[in-house]
């Protein structure tokens, strides 16, 4: 057999399996695996001694060039994309928003011009639905049938995105007959917005607000409530970035009672806490995101959970706003700063180093929280997710000894600040390929805008 690359000496970890094994790449497919493959006639060789081989990574949760309250978020699906590749992400799942009135397809084709001919890397959409009348139930089959086989939907942000109750219940019965999967923004949004008034009316405005108004019960009560809705409606939930044990506790105990709940969390609740919102001046302005930061105590109980699977994920919720201009336009008032924080490049190195170098879990624990559990409840896999013949050749070649510094000064990402300034993180991507193409090699980009495709996802099929 022929090869057109093949990657030597390496140590493969996926999922289920460590074995120091060659990898076969023909055309953009994994081809073998085996000791020793033949290199005869291979244009390109690359040595992995000492590394670990993963599949690439899923990031099923950004925010790639999104309209937020009068801003956009800084990275497109060209920087964005070019972030995710060199920190080890070979697939993101992106958010296609339907605004009031327009039909769900509407949606799905602004986000496609989007990313047509600037994304790096393969990526697929959930649809964000804010507006859905019984009529355009309907239009969820047709979506799914285009490959955009989840929805999101939210119980926070009244008067923007939030919908009621009968109408998250409608959409996840939609859901239950097709096996589409709701994936849910759980927080109390009605009672958020009477605390934030208060907060207001007593002069409170510095970012730290931001936070301090937004009370782990509100998550939990919606995180609670989603999981009691999904139920009567015979339909599987995905909650996204839960950030507290509150939240934490409700879907342990829906798991444990064998209801198909899933949640994520991100690396910013694993490592960023309440004490960064009491950074001097402005500075906090640049934590502000949503679902806030929490106490402290909570990182050590959502590390608990990525170990003992009550949580299944970690995504980033990469949503960049930069500091001067963007975050500054809420100054005077923190309900007027853009919310969103960047985080889509060091997701892999942040989850490696707190997760496996710190002793936690297994780097397999590590593959499955990053790609194969993302594959797999998003219809992805086993095209994407694992290293097996016939998958799409999306690996990472993974120095887990070398460390670095995150910072803003040395990052991708088209924003001016880090939320991860100054921590050191052990394990970091050393090259990386996208459907058997080498995109980054040598701290260098080597692919092209363009070549990322959409993928027509699947339904979900369970863990
Ligand atoms: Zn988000």
Partial sequence: MRFDTVIQNGTIVTAADTCAADVGIVGDKVAAIGSRLPVDGASKLIDAAGHYVIPGGIDVHTHLDMPFGGTTSADDFESGTIAAAFGGTTTLIDFAIQYKGQTLRTAFDSWMSKASGKAVIDYAFHCIITDLPDARLEEMSALVREGVSTF??????????????????????????????????????????????????????????????????AEAEATSRAIALAEMAGAPVYIVHLSCNDALEKVREARDRGLPVFAETCPQYLYLSLENMDAPGFEAAKYVFTPPLREKWHQEKLWQGLAQDALQVVSTDHCPFCFKEQKEMGKDDFTKIPNGGPGIEHRLSLVYSGGVHAGRFSPNRFVQLVST????????????????????????????KREEIISASTHHMKVDYSMFEGIKVTGVPDLVLSRGNVVIENNKFVGRPGAGSFLRRGLFTGL
């Fill in 152 to 217: 999101k939907l939210f119980m926070a942000y009244p008067g923007v995105f939030m919908l009621d109750d009968a109408t998250i219940f409608k959409a996840m019965s939609q859901a239950a007959k097709f096996g589409g999967m709701i994936c849910m923004h759980s927080e109390n949004g009605g009672a958020i917005d009477v605390i934030v008034q208060r907060a207001l009316a007593e002069g409170k405005k510095a970012p730290k607000y931001h936070a301090l108004t937004r009370p782990t019960t």
């Fill in 373 to 400: 559990a993302p594959a797999k409840l998003f219809g992805l896999y086993p095209r994407k997710g694992t290293i097996a013949v016939g998958s799409d050749a999306d690996l990472v070649v993974f120095n887990p």
